[in-house]
Nanobody, 121 residues
Framework: QVQLVESGGGLVQAGGSLRLSCTAS????????MGWFRQAPGKEREFVAA????????LYADSAKGRFTISRDNAKNTVYLQMNRLQPEDTAVYYC??????????????WGQGTQVTVSS
């Protein structure tokens, strides 16, 4: 069992940056690939980024490429999402998830409670 807790969300102006963190409980964090997803009001949850269990491979949604960077520190049981050049359309609840290395939400077994990111224009 893995429990995930996100932090780092907040209100930022367009063009600004935020770094989200997701800390996991349990000793098996390093064996899981990790992903970030987001859900805006009235929209379905969508993939943002994923990182393999070693950290050696990453995946990004087209909307995140060039602006967001996913990374992990297995010694700290933490995965990060650095978000730069934020735009109002990035406003959403951001969730981290543990499981398979995939863009599909169904590949992930454990989910955090989410952290709100709001980008003002």
């Amino acid at each position: 069992q893995v429990q995930l807790v996100e932090s780092g969300g907040g209100l930022v102006q367009a063009g600004g940056s935020l770094r989200l963190s997701c800390t996991a409980s349990g000793r098996t964090f390093s064996t899981y690939s990790m992903g970030w997803f987001r859900q805006a009001p009235g929209k379905e949850r969508e993939f943002v980024a994923a990182i393999s269990w070693t950290g050696g491979s990453t995946l990004y949604a087209d909307s995140a490429k060039g602006r967001f960077t996913i990374s992990r520190d297995n010694a700290k049981n933490t995965v990060y999402l650095q978000m730069n050049r934020l735009q109002p359309e990035d406003t959403a609840v951001y969730y981290c998830a543990a499981g398979g290395y995939s863009m599909q939400s169904t590949a992930y077994h454990y989910w955090g409670q989410g952290t709100q990111v709001t980008v003002s224009s």
